[in-house]
């Protein structure tokens, strides 16, 4: 009872040393001479009065103002604060300068970096008093790339019940990126107000892209000075204001040449890692095992990672778990993440190969094809399953002992004659019982396999589309069918299609429509034979999930 007592109060002292931390933060990494930055100091842990030495700063920056805030939380009798001292920082010259370390108490903060560039004059439109500007970067994005476009708003007064629009850009997809920033500039010797806000614009063709600027409408307070002989008067009135910054257009790039795998991953990085249950020095046969496989991109979206495919083994039964995606942002970049996982379960003893993972992507910074890569890997699996020990693990232990094991002479007595003999025909009144309960075969296709009114809808659709040749629709009417025929699964691209199927024909179909979507390509295609090739892999499909003879085609003949 002691060692728990004081193991408990060890504890209960390490968490608090544990929960104890000083950060620093900086709203920006890089600003231009004329503009401010706000640094953050956060201290959490137990109510303090000391304040930090923000001495070292004063070489490199002229401190505009501090603020001081703090929260406190209480829980089970226990108070903890949060401390936040913010410093508003504008930068004496030019350079790349260090937030040095700050300490408190026992505790000290980590550097930072700030960049300062060149005093500019922002690209505007709009009055002298409220205007905006706009940029996006990189200048000359790739299809389905990450496109970070910036937005400025410039205010020398308050703006009355302000209003601002969303950005537009035809075939793409637009939103929001972190949170907004707030800062001060000087520009002609005049203080503006700086609001940032980002988003992100993700092309979804080549080509020509023009990105139409929001719209910030509202009221300013305006006074005009009339003069009437030796006496001035001063009249004050709401001005009503519309104003917006200069569209932008760039021209998207297609995919390059170069690329030939079946999907397209345009992004800043991406890695690929792996984790097991259990110990892989100690795998028993018949027990599962489980492995996690995490990929994670900067500059995508969660729904572009690719499907990983699970391995193929003869000697092991493989089941696959339903995908986990999510994508978040760091304020400046889309951080993507797709977690599979697949359960092992070995049916012979011995080596199991599992195949080397490769996932090819294009790095937008060196322009330049990488693969992320999983080695190959052996697992080992040892012991032995009998057949009897298969079907009665689920039995209660007593049974399963009297039922496991090698036949022994007392099975010649006449009692255990008696019993074996009554034993089977109990047998054979259940497998009687089995046959003549049995339904009759009926010519009605079963719920899951019959062609749903909506599936037949999108198989019209698609097979008008093939038949025009019409690269976009015949695209969007196979998501939507599948979508609708597989709603347990994430269907986003033609990638996730291919998944599905082991049709080879298909999947070199939907790969050459891929390519002709996305490539300023002039090749003739077929729809036709795309058509084709899709009735024959959902017929592959179909036969693959049943066992029956008597399920008819997932669509009639004379839908088409």
Known sequence: MKHITLFSILFFYFSIAQAEALTAS???????????????????????????????????????????????????????????????LKP???????????????????????????????????????????????STPYIQSQLTYLLKIFLKRNIQSPQLTEPTA????????????????????????????????????????????????????KTDTVDQGPRQFFSSKWE?????????????????????????????????????SGNLNQLALGQPVTRTITLEAVGLTAEQLPQIKAPSLTQANVYVDKPTL?????????????????????????????????????????????????????????????HTENNTSALPQKIVEKTVGTASSKLSTPKNRFWIALAGLFFILWIATLFFKRPKTTKNIAPETQASPNLKHWIKLLKTACLN???????????????????????????????????????????????????????????????????DAIKSIQKKSSNTESLTKLYPEGDY
């Open 469 to 535: 040749n019409d690269l976009l629709k015949t695209r969007e009417y196979l998501i939507q069918y599948f979508r609708e025929k597989f709603p347990e699964r994430s269907i986003n691209n033609l990638s996730d299609i291919e998944a599905l199927t082991e049709h080879q024909k298909f999947q070199q179909e939907c790969r050459t429509l891929t390519r002709l979507l996305y490539r300023e390509d002039n090749t003739p295609w077929e729809g036709r034979n795309f058509f084709t090739s899709f009735k």
């Open 92 to 138: 004496k010259e030019e350079g790349t300068f260090t937030i040095p370390a700050f300490k408190l108490s026992h505790l000290q903060s980590q550097p930072l970096t700030l960049t300062v560039t060149p005093a500019s004059l922002p690209d505007t439109t709009g009055s002298d008093d409220i205007f905006l500007e706009a940029s996006i970067t990189p």
């Open 326 to 386: 999510e994508t978040k942002t760091n304020g400046r970049d889309l951080i993507a993440k797709r977690v599979e996982k697949f359960a092992i379960v070995a049916k012979q003893s011995g080596s199991i190969t599992l195949p080397e993972i490769n996932i090819p992507w294009w790095d937008i910074n060196t322009q330049k094809i990488h693969t992320a890569t999983l080695p190959q890997y052996n697992l080992m699996f040892t012991g032995t399953i009998s």
């Open 26 to 88: 900086l709203d920006r990494d890089s600003l231009s001479l004329n503009e401010t930055a706000q640094l953050t100091l956060t201290y959490d842990g137990k109510k303090t009065d000391q304040r930090p030495n923000l001495t070292a700063l004063r070489k490199d920056f002229d401190i505009l103002g501090t603020g001081h805030s703090t929260q406190h939380h209480s829980y089970n009798g226990k108070t903890t604060s949060i401390t936040k001292w913010t410093v508003n």
């Open 170 to 221: 035809n075939n793409a997809t637009i939103m929001a990126l972190g949170e907004d920033k707030n800062y001060t500039k000087i520009i002609r010797n005049e203080t503006y107000q700086v609001l940032e806000r980002r988003y992100v614009i993700i092309p979804q063709e080549s080509g020509e892209l023009t990105v139409t600027s929001p719209v910030l409408s509202g009221a300013i307070l």
């Open 240 to 276: 009503p204001i519309r104003i917006g910054a200069k569209n932008i257009t760039t021209s998207v790039k297609s995919i390059p040449s170069t690329w030939k795998a079946p999907w397209w991953l345009p992004a800043k990085t991406l890695t690929i890692s792996e984790q097991w």
